[in-house]
T-cell receptor, first 115, second 110 residues
């Protein structure tokens, strides 16, 4: 049982490049989400999914796309990278997704730098 | 808007007790969660309060007062390994969205 896995762990992009951050979980969780974490700002929700085929926007969705074709995978796409997207990205999953009652399990994070 | 406020930094001595406060403004409040994050690591779940009062889990306790829009995390018998950032989190615009405080960095001195 690997829990939540993310790849890559580190990535450097040039402005304008696109890329996909991968996230997978093997706990059969319905709910998955993507956060970004910037110094002194805590975690901010980018997108989330309550099940395969269902996604929705969080607080800071601009510049990011997601899809959920399987229960296990929830990739995050950066369409055209900008320096403001330099951050640490965390993927999380939980059993049901009822945010305040459901324990969130986090992946190890992807540290992204956009030059 | 919805927000959770925490002190940015708290300093305590090894073996002592420390309290980390969280005050919140959210439209529909159901409960408060606490997470721990070591430097370079991922957040991990510590505690959840769905009702007013105190929840105890080993050396960690968490308290919630919904009438005061206030909660806290209490860490007892502090150990050096407790040096980390601590985040409170609560429901956002929908129950499927969590919003987070900015985190409190706990510094423990020997």
């Amino acid at each position: 049982n690997a829990g939540v896995t993310q790849t890559p762990k580190f990535q450097v992009l040039k402005t304008g490049q696109s890329m996909t951050l991968q996230c997978a979980q093997d706990m059969n969780h319905e709910y998955m989400s993507w956060y970004r974490q910037d110094p002194g700002m805590g975690l901010r929700l980018i997108h989330y999914s309550v099940g395969a085929g269902i996604t929705d926007q969080g607080e800071v969705p601009n510049g990011y796309n997601v899809s959920r074709s399987t229960t296990e995978d929830f990739p995050l796409r950066l369409l055209s990278a900008a320096p403001s997207q330099t951050s640490v990205y965390f993927c999380a999953s939980s059993l049901l997704g009822t945010g305040d009652t459901d324990t969130q399990y986090f992946g190890p994070g992807t540290r992204l730098t956009v030059l | 808007g919805q927000s959770l406020e925490q002190p940015s930094e708290v300093t305590a001595v090894e073996g002592a007790i420390v309290q980390i406060n969280c005050t919140y403004q959210t439209s529909g409040f159901y409960g408060l969660s606490w997470y721990q994050q070591h430097d370079g690591g991922a957040p991990t779940f510590l505690s959840y309060n769905g009702l007013d009062g105190l929840e105890e889990t080993g050396r960690f306790s968490s308290f919630l007062s919904r009438s005061d829009s206030y909660g806290y995390l209490l860490l007892q018998e502090l150990q050096m390994k407790d040096s980390a950032s601590y985040f409170c989190a609560g429901p956002g615009d929908s129950n499927y969205q969590l919003i987070w405080g900015a985190g409190t960095k706990l510094i423990i001195k020997p």
